[in-house]
C-alpha cells in the first residue's frame, strides 16, 4: 500500500494512523533523554520525530505555536514575564517574543539536542533565540518552577510532548500546584491536551488537574493539527484569579504583529467547545 | 510499518496518508458508477469507502453532516425547501429534519448502492428516511437542478465526492449558475470545499465559481475531520440575496435539537477563517 518512502506514525489508542513520504533522513540523534530525528519530506517541508512521534513538520507548526502563545497572552493582563517549559524547537518562543508587553522570556526544555536539531533544520523558528528578552536553558522543567519564586511569572506554556517518558510529571497535581504558586495574579497556564476526538480523557484529566491545583477558571482552545492523532488538538489553560473565558472579551479588536492562523475571531471560535466535549466535561465535575 | 490489517488512503497531492486499523471487510459492491466497500474498524466502528477514498466512519460523521447542514439551514430565514445532491448515507438528511421549519427534503443521490449499503451499515443514520417530509430519488443531481423550476429551493446542500469522477461536474460554474437559479430569495446553496491546509485552491476556486454563478456573498465553514484529507476540512456556500457572513447573528440563540459538535458559538468559529486562508482569498478576488 505504501510503497516508497514513508514515516508512519501508529496511534495504538485510536487504531489510526497518519503518514508522511518522505525523500531522506537528514538526521538523528539518541540523546540522553530521546531519540530525535529530522526527514526531509515532499510536501511537508521537514519533519521532526521523537522517540517515533511526530513533533512538527515545516508546513503545519504555525498552528500549533501560534494556539500554545497568542490565547494565553492576549487573556492576560500583563503578560510581561513568561515560562516555556519544552518548546526546545522554539517556535513558540517566537511566537512569545511577538508580543511588545513580553519583558522577559525564559525558555527551559530539558533537552538542548532539540534546540540544535531546530536551529539546524527549521532555522525559521529560531530567529528570535536572539531576542535580547530571551534566555533559553537546558534543564528540567519541573525542577525549575519548583524553584522558581511565588508570584514571578505571568504566563507559563507547557509545550511538552505526551504524557509519557520525560514529559510525564507536566502532567501532575504537583507540577500545576507550582505552577499556581509562581504565577502572579492574573496568571495563565498553558499546555497541550490532546486530541478531543481521540482521547478527550486527556482534556477532561487536564481541567480536574487545573481545578484541584487552586486555579480559578478552566478553558479549552482547539485547534486543527495535521500531523497529530486525528488531525484535530487543543490546549488547555488555568486563570489565577481570572476568568479566561471571558478574557478574550477584552482583546484588543486588531493584532499589531502577523499570524497566519490566529485571529481574535479564531480565538473565540477555538474557544467554542463542541457540545459532545461539553458535556462530558460537565459529567466529569459531577463525580 | 503498519502490521495486521489496515485500510490506508494516500492524498498524493499532499504526500500524506490515513489508516484505520480493520478487523473485517463486510461488504463490496462494484455499482455502475463506483466500488463501495464497508469495513469493520478497531476504534471508528464501520468505515465506507468509495473508489478506495474514505467516505465515512461511524466515529466522526457526526461533526461533517452536522456542519454541512445546519451553518446553511440556520443562516436561511425560511429553509423550507431543501434538496440535498448527493448525500448518499442519509446523514446529512437526517441533520436537515431536525429543522422544524423544514417541509420538504429532497435527496438526489446517483447512486442508490450507497443509500441501501448506509440503511444495512449505518442505520443510526437512516433514521428519518420515512419522514414524510423526506423524498429520496436515485438520479443525476446536476440534471435534476436544471429541470427544476426557478425560485422553487430554499437551501441546497450538495454532499458530493471530491471533484474528480461522478462528482466533477457538482464544482462547475454552470452547476452553480443552475443553483441561483432554483433558489429562492434568501436562498442558500453549500458544497464541500476541501482541505484548507493542504487544498486551499479548492476553496478559492468555490469562491469564485459561487461568485461568477451570481450569488451576492460567499462564506467558508472550516471544522475538523480526522479522516479526511489533513484533518481539517470546510464547505463553501453562496447567499442569493443574503449576507452570510452576517446571517449568525440572527440565529436564535439556543438550538430546539440536539447536536454533537455544532453550537451557535461553533458556527461562529467555524466562519473565522485564518489569515493565511484570508490572504489567498482576497489575492484571488484582485485577479
Tied chains: 1, 2.
Excluded at 260 to 277: D, K, N, Q, R, T
Aim: proline share 6%; with cysteine.
Amino acid at each position: 500500500m505504501l510503497d516508497g518512502k514513508w514515516f508512519t506514525e501508529i496511534f495504538e489508542e485510536s487504531g489510526s494512523a497518519f503518514s508522511l513520504q518522505i525523500t531522506d533522513k537528514l538526521y538523528e540523534e539518541q540523546t540522553p533523554y530521546q531519540k530525535i530525528e529530522i526527514f526531509d519530506t515532499t510536501h511537508f517541508g521537514k519533519l521532526m520525530s521523537i522517540d517515533g512521534c511526530v513533533m512538527l513538520s515545516s508546513r503545519d507548526n504555525f498552528i500549533y505555536h501560534e494556539m500554545m502563545s497568542h490565547p494565553a497572552l492576549l487573556s492576560c493582563a500583563t503578560p510581561e514575564e513568561v515560562l516555556i517549559i519544552g518548546g526546545g524547537d522554539c517556535g513558540t518562543l517566537k511566537e512569545v517574543l511577538k508580543h511588545k508587553a513580553v519583558t522577559h522570556a525564559v525558555q527551559v526544555d530539558i533537552d538542548e539536542g532539540v534546540t540544535r536539531a531546530s536551529e539546524n533544520y527549521f532555522p525559521e523558528l529560531c530567529t528570535s533565540n536572539n531576542d535580547p528578552r530571551a534566555e533559553l536553558h537546558f534543564d528540567d522543567g519541573i525542577a525549575w518552577v519548583k524553584n522558581a519564586p511565588a508570584e514571578s511569572i505571568d504566563v507559563i506554556i507547557v509545550d511538552s510532548t505526551d504524557p509519557v517518558g520525560p514529559a510525564e510529571g507536566l502532567f501532575t497535581l504537583d507540577f500545576f500546584s507550582d505552577c499556581y504558586r509562581v504565577l502572579r495574579p492574573g496568571g495563565i497556564v498553558i499546555q497541550q491536551s490532546g486530541s478531543p476526538l481521540v482521547c478527550p480523557n486527556e482534556i477532561i484529566d487536564m481541567h480536574k488537574v487545573i481545578r484541584d491545583a487552586g486555579f480559578d477558571s478552566q478553558q479549552t482552545y482547539q485547534f486543527p493539527q495535521c500531523v497529530y492523532p486525528s488531525g484535530w488538538w487543543s490546549a488547555t489553560a488555568g486563570g489565577k484569579g481570572i476568568d479566561l473565558s471571558n478574557a478574550v472579551n477584552k482583546v484588543p479588536a486588531t493584532l499589531d504583529f502577523d499570524t497566519l492562523f490566529y485571529s481574535i475571531a479564531g480565538h473565540h471560535g477555538a474557544m467554542a467547545i463542541p457540545p459532545f466535549l461539553q458535556a462530558l466535561l460537565e459529567d466529569s465535575r459531577k463525580h
